[in-house]
């Protein structure tokens, strides 16, 4: 089975430009999370999408905004983009919300934002 | 404030030592989960355990063990016969059962393991 996929793999963009990244979680999960790793640290929570509905959201700017489809798949995006944004982002997908009681959430591989 | 505190940034031991890696955690909650998180070079954070905070007994699963204390807010986790491919950046996590919360991730403990 296919774990959790992500698109692209890498991206260079440039100060001020829109960004879309791309999640598609493991067949029969509902719950995508997305995390932004910086150099050095843990993830960082940015959003949760629970069958198509927000359900949590980190301590992020208005320009980090996502959305779930029905198929499950989610977007992230962030728009004017600073060169702070810079970092893997990450998505997992769990089969219920997170903290729920059989969670665990699963990764993808991430994808590389430079911002120049 | 629920936080995850992992002391040691860097380790480096010599293939076949075994190595510790150490797990604080902060919350006023009773109910939680732990985890643990392989991520290797090429990015992927990859799933090694889960714990509830219900349930203290230690587990093993092959080379791997980690050690639940609740008395000490620890969930340390040990690799035993190190090998070189168990060198990555290790993280240990928190999450709250039943609450639209984020996970709480450690900085991280980035191991070596040389031959």
């Known amino acids: 089975d296919a774990g959790v996929t992500q698109s692209p793999t890498h991206l260079i963009k440039t100060r001020g430009q829109h960004v879309t990244l791309r999640c598609s979680p493991i067949s029969g999960h509902k719950s995508v999370s997305w995390y932004q790793q910086v150099l050095g640290q843990g993830p960082q929570f940015i959003f949760q999408y629970y069958e198509k509905e927000e359900r949590g959201r980190g301590n992020f700017p208005d320009r980090f905004s996502a959305r779930q489809f029905p198929n499950y798949s989610s977007e992230l995006n962030v728009n004017a983009l600073l060169l702070g944004d810079s970092a893997l982002y990450l998505c997992a997908s769990s089969s219920v919300p997170a903290g729920g009681a059989t969670d665990t959430q699963y990764f993808g591989p991430g994808t590389r934002l430079t911002v120049l | 404030a629920q936080k995850v505190t992992q002391a040691q940034t860097e380790i480096s031991v010599v293939e076949k030592e075994d190595v510790t890696l150490d797990c604080v955690y902060e919350?006023?909650?009773?109910?939680?989960?732990l985890f643990w998180y392989k991520q290797p070079p090429s990015g992927e954070l990859v799933f090694l355990i889960r714990?509830?905070?219900?349930?203290?007994q230690n587990e093993i699963s092959g080379r791997y063990s980690w050690n639940f204390q609740k008395s000490t807010s620890s969930f340390n986790f040990t690799i035993t016969a190190s090998q070189v491919v168990d060198s990555a950046v290790y993280f240990c996590a928190l999450i709250h059962l039943n609450r639209d919360d984020k996970i709480i991730f450690g900085k991280g403990t980035r191991l070596h393991i040389l031959p």
């Open positions: 714990r509830n905070s219900f349930d203290e």
């Open positions: 919350t006023r909650d009773t109910t939680y989960y």
